[in-house]
């Protein structure tokens, strides 16, 4: 056996199979669409090889949005393949549903298993289903599965030989009729009572009662994002870098001479005679305490917040809430997982827009959440340092960015062609966390900002020096004066941050410290940052899933906005 495909229907636990059966790390989560692309690993078993493919959900194999065409794409690859084999993975609590993309996969006539996975949840949810029966509608191998405990993933695997092209005949235009006669002989329910969760789900996407709950969990989530982070920067991090950092830095710093080109390049320069890790812009000081002691505790605390609303089920009901107010801004209601994916980082928020249906609504939610969402590590650094002005100058950034959000939502409406269709999202039950999985994902996810951000981060320390040693940022900044100084009213050097910007945008309002900006000029900076450009890696992905036509357009619409939402703020503020 070559090659085994894992597909089914969105959020039936596909993702959590692959990494069982792989040993690779996967993000998992309790909504649809989580697997926006493919992802490979190795099952090993008896001295065997074979690759595994965690094929992106799809309801259909007629395609309604890249995922599935991605889904598809991989079907076609490997239909020649006689090593190859279909593992269906079918939620077994809503049979009905899953059976007709089973169905559709049968008729591809291709070696296949189908998995009835979330065996465990069939008991509360008063499913019976006989897999006997089932197995003989079928006329393929059907086992039983609970993924987040591996029960029954072993004879699973031992059983994978027994994989068989089904020989079950039906017109494609009675599909439904078939598998209404397949539910009729193989499943049962029986009566019970609404669970508490299901009590919670109904109220949370009620028109009246969902509201306040939307707000309270948003609200007590970026508490909760704060308390943590602050109580970490505060109570360990700052320990750490003061007393055991800053003494191997200022005896580095003496065997230097405490002044000159390499000091300012490793060390940057000294406050007062000592160490100063925001302002200082050395590569062992500001380079390493930016992304791990200021910017590391609130991407584990947000991280840790969301991933437990991811798993719990509760962002497709956010959805499903605020659709009628997204279709105003020309995207549906699933558009709230890239943003808020986004808020994390942009670049996971921006391949998470290949949920959406159309290349309009792609264009339009990627093009706001450059604009108007600033990353996690971007946002410790605006309330490190704006917060400074009290809460007032931080509720004026955040705010500024929401109107531009909608106000510019409304706008793309309006002048960007093609169509943004109604939502389509199966809602999954409220689900309490998996702990041990919960806390992988969050680690899978800090490793990864670790990798990605920490080098750019160094990199934009160094390119920083250079520039300003070489006289580059000063040069630059006389050469757009009359953009920075004439219409944001700040001085030139803030063109170095907006350099950077490009590469980090947390370093790049760090930048701003040694400037002294005023309350009002610290407010625009911040804002003028945000909106004006994506990071280099967001930028990378962007111009993947836009294109470079549509790419082009969303960079116009930055710079534009932004010149004027700057030139706004500076008069009246």
Known sequence: MNKILLIGNPNVGKSVIFSRLTGVNVIASNYPGTTVSFTKGILRHEGLRTE?????????LEPTCRAEEVAVQMLDDIKDDENS???????ATNLERNLHLTLQLIQRRMPMIVLLNFWDECKHTGVSINVEALQKELGIPVFTTCGITGEGIKHFVESLDQAKISTLQF?????????GKIIEKTQQLTHRHHTLWERIGDASIHPIAGIPIAIIILALSFYIIRLIGESIIGYVMEPLFDNLWTPVLMKLSALLGGSGFFHNILLGKLINGSIEYVESLGLLSTGLFVPIGMVLPYIIS???????VEDSGYLPRLGILIDKFMHKLGIHGLAIIPMLLGIGCNVPGAMATRVLETRRERFIAATLMAIAIP???????????????GVGAIAIVFGTLFIVWVVLGLIMNVFTKGESPEIF??????????IPGLFKKVWMRILWFLREAVPFVIVGVLVVNILYFSGIIQFLGRLSAPLVKGIFGLPEGAVGALIIGFLRKDVAVGMLIPLGL???????SSVVLTMYFPCIATFAVLLKELGVKDMLKSAGIMLISTIIVGGILNLIL
Request: aromatic share 18%; charged share 15%.
């Open 52 to 60: 595994i493919f965690d094929v992106p959900g799809t309801y259909t």
């Open 302 to 308: 947000f991280y840790l917040v969301l991933s437990f």
């Open 375 to 389: 990353c996690m590590a971007q946002i410790a650094m605006i309330f490190g340092l704006v917060g400074s002005y």
């Open 85 to 91: 084999i279909i593992v269906n993975v079918v939620d």
């Open 425 to 434: 999202i199966e809602i999954p039950p409220y689900r309490f966390p998996y």
């Open 518 to 524: 005023s309350k009002s000029q610290m407010i625009i």
């Open 171 to 179: 017109k494609e235009e009675n599909i439904w009729n078939k598998i």
